[in-house]
Structures are given as C-alpha cells and as structure tokens.
C-alpha cells in the first residue's frame, strides 16, 4: 500500500461542538472510533442499541455501523476522537457499539498530545499500543456463520473490487443467493451495495490524498462513467468529489 493511503487510513484529533449537533452517518462509521468525551454528552443510536456517553466516558464505534448521533453540551461539547481502518480482529468474536470501564491510566493515555498532533509513526504506534490495553476492557460479541461470511466477503472485496458477486460467494464457498441472504441479515443491504462502499472509500482516498482529476480516479476504479461517479459518491457518501476534498471523515 501506498505509504500516504496508509496514514489516511487515521483520523485523530479533538473535536470541538457547539451547544447541539446531530450527524446522519446511516451510510456506516468510515473508520472504527474510540472516543473519549472531554465535555458534555452524546448519544450514538443505531438499530439495535443506543448508547450514551458523558464527559470521562470512553466509547468505541465500529466501522461499518450504520447510526445516527447526538451532541449535547452547554456552551458547548468537547471529545478525542481517535478513526482508525486496520483493526485485526479474532474470526470469532468482534466488538460491538459500547461504552468502556477504563482506569484511569487509559483516559490519560487518550489525553496524551501525541496522538493528535499529527498522523504519523509516532503516533500511530501509540495508539495501538493503546488500543491493544484497552481491548482488555472491551466487552466481546460471538461471531455468527452470517457475520463471519460478511467479513470475510468483505475483505476479499477490498481486495478485488473488480470481481462480482458469484465470485465473492465461489471465494467464501456458499452460493451466491446465501451471500445476498447473509449482507441482508447481517447489514440490511447487498453485496453489490457494498461494493459501491469500498469503491467510494478507494475513491475518498485518492480524492483527499492525490491531485488526479475526477476522470482519472473514475477511469482507475473502473467506473464506466464519471457521470456514474459521482453518482455512487453521492449514494454511498451523501457527498460530491469536491466536498470529499474539503471535508474528512470523523464522528
């Protein structure tokens, strides 16, 4: 991978809000979060759980999560948000939406001002040291067959994003109707869906860290069109080429 595709694949900074916000990220988190709230309160809501998190909580938001959040503080809200894509996770358990029961030695560790003065060796390197203690206070989720199926699609589509679905399903040895029945089950869309994703967050990459124009990332991802393009961006992302290059993703 390319050393600049790779340190865009971390977000970390303090995040700064006003008295309320609300932000729609139903398209799914971009990154997994680890978030620790400074001021204020949010509340993260997603199909199945809602959690809430006041000032010293800890939380962790898993990519993909389709939710919606809420921002409450007077005069305002205040967190560390720490976005991170590569999280090597056991095939048989993953981490769910939740609040963390940390010491305090961790909330000091989140706090330290390395983590977000720059992406970098440094800092990365903190950080999943970090991350590698805080797992101990984690609460676990067994991995159902449909969960690990999706995974495993997943990866191999980020991989090769240029193959279809009959190949996804020939790779992770089910057919291709049970690869349909297991995204349905498990993220409410299709393969064909999250295909789109992936060729849009490949998209956001290149948008954020190269100066190619829209129709030579459109030609290298292999749409057919930059009409086609955009169209997907706005789908997948709810944003346009020239939004994405002015905005990064966070929670």
Not at 106 to 118: A, C, V, W
Not at 166 to 171: E, H, Q, T
Not at 179 to 205: C, D, H, M
Request: hydrophobic share 35%.
């Amino acid at each position: 991978m390319d050393s600049s595709l790779f340190f865009k694949s971390f977000d970390f900074h303090k995040s700064i809000r006003g008295k309320f916000q609300h932000h729609d990220s139903r398209q799914g988190a971009p990154m997994h979060f680890l978030a620790y709230m400074i001021k204020g309160r949010c509340e993260i809501v997603s199909k199945y759980y809602t959690l809430s998190a006041k000032a010293g909580d800890i939380f962790y938001i898993p990519m993909n999560l389709p939710y919606q959040s809420y921002w409450y503080g007077d005069p305002g809200t205040e967190l560390i948000s720490l976005g991170f894509t590569f999280f090597q996770e056991n095939k048989n358990n993953t981490y769910p939406l939740q609040t963390i029961s940390a010491p305090e030695e961790i909330k000091e560790r989140i706090n330290d001002k390395d983590l977000i003065s720059g992406i970098n060796s440094k800092s990365i390197g903190k950080f999943y040291t970090l991350l590698s203690d805080i797992l101990e206070y984690m609460t676990k989720e067994e991995v159902s067959k449909e969960e690990r199926i999706v995974s495993d699609a997943t990866e191999y589509m980020w991989a090769h994003p240029e193959d279809n679905a009959d190949k996804v399903a020939r790779y992770v040895n089910i057919s291709e109707t049970a690869l349909y029945l297991a995204f349905k089950k498990v993220r409410g869309t299709t393969p064909n869906f999250e295909k789109q994703k992936i060729l849009s967050k490949k998209a956001q990459l290149l948008l954020i860290t190269t100066d190619k124009s829209i129709q030579e990332i459109s030609d290298q991802l292999g749409f057919s069109s930059t009409s086609y393009f955009r169209k997907i961006l706005h789908k997948t992302l709810n944003m346009t080429p020239r939004e994405i290059r002015k905005n990064s993703q966070s929670i």
